[in-house]
């Protein structure tokens, strides 16, 4: 695997990759289902390319910037052994020079739960994807469905702005309990590890009431309540939406996804799952 960091070095080893090329965006700390995506992004493209890269403008100002994860090695390793072609690490100013000054800002389906929870998250996001897509120019590039409004508007961005490359959705790795895997379930201690799988467990209940005929509305109730009584506070939403359009729904309809965001102890936590009917 080559490793490359400057803008310069990334634009040489470009030119040197033929045939289709996959892109893995992550900010490191990786775990199992940033290698599912790498995976998935070797049976979908002939060579395979994953950036690193902690991007300061997606925190807000009292978010875990300064101790979000930093395992440059280990993570190199790890996608060299999974058979990744190259690995961009950009300093600061190789995405973001003096002087930028640009911000892509996608409306719609932005707007609400992550983004009323976060203001200009989806912004940061929104920005360094595109920078990463036109610098890499992949033919196709994977995000994990856990975040699953960032894959919904990321997709957007790129129709909007006409990006000649696919997006692929990869489903969410779990552990065998059913917490779904995160960076951020490093900061949970053992005793918050035990109980953080009751947001998964929820998350299944709230979909089988629902697939059982249990109105929304009780059934989302229930779902917070029990989420509270296993230690979560501050859920910021447990919502039952449209699975293209993330409007929320009282009553279930085609492709939907139950999503859901809530902290325990210092730690948020985000998961959803897929129903239809
Ligand atoms: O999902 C992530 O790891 C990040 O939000 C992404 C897509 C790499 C952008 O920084």
Redesign the pocket.
């Known amino acids: 695997m080559q490793i490359v960091r400057s803008s310069e070095e990334l634009t040489k080893a470009r030119a040197g990759i033929n045939g289709k090329l996959a892109l893995v965006?992550?900010?490191g700390a990786l775990h199992a289902g940033?290698l599912a995506l790498i995976d998935e992004a070797k049976r979908r493209a002939d060579r395979v390319a994953a950036?690193i890269?902690?991007?300061p403008t997606?925190f807000g100002p009292n978010e875990d910037l300064a101790r979000y994860p930093r395992r440059e090695e280990e993570d190199a390793r790890l996608l060299e052994d999974r058979g990744c072609d190259l690995l961009w690490m950009p300093g600061i100013e190789d995405i973001y020079p003096a002087g930028f000054a640009t911000r892509i800002s996608v409306g719609g389906v932005s707007e609400r739960w992550e983004g009323e929870a976060r203001p200009g998250h989806f912004d940061?996001?929104a920005t360094?994807?595109a920078r990463?897509l036109l610098s890499v120019r992949p033919d196709i590039a994977l995000?994990?469905e856990k975040?699953f409004q960032?894959l919904a508007v990321?997709r957007r961005m790129v129709v909007d702005l006409g990006l000649p490359v696919e997006i692929a959705g990869v489903p969410t790795v779990r552990e065998p309990d059913g917490l779904a895997l995160s960076?951020r379930n490093a900061y949970l201690s053992a005793e918050e590890r035990r109980r953080a799988v009751a947001l998964s467990a929820t998350l299944g209940a709230a979909r089988d009431a629902i697939l059982a005929s249990r109105p929304v509305g009780p059934a989302l109730t229930a779902a917070r309540e029990s989420l509270r009584s296993a230690g979560f506070s501050a859920i910021d939403y447990f919502a039952l939406v449209d699975a293209a359009t993330l409007e929320p729904l009282d009553a279930p309809a085609g492709e939907m996804r139950l999503i859901a965001a809530a902290t325990l102890g210092a730690t948020r936590l985000i998961d959803n799952l897929a129903l239809s009917i």
Do not use: C, E, K, R
Request: aromatic share 10%; net charge negative; proline share 5%.
């Open positions: 965006p992550t900010m940033h950036t890269f902690v991007n997606q940061g996001v360094v994807v990463l995000f994990g975040d960032q990321i960076s």
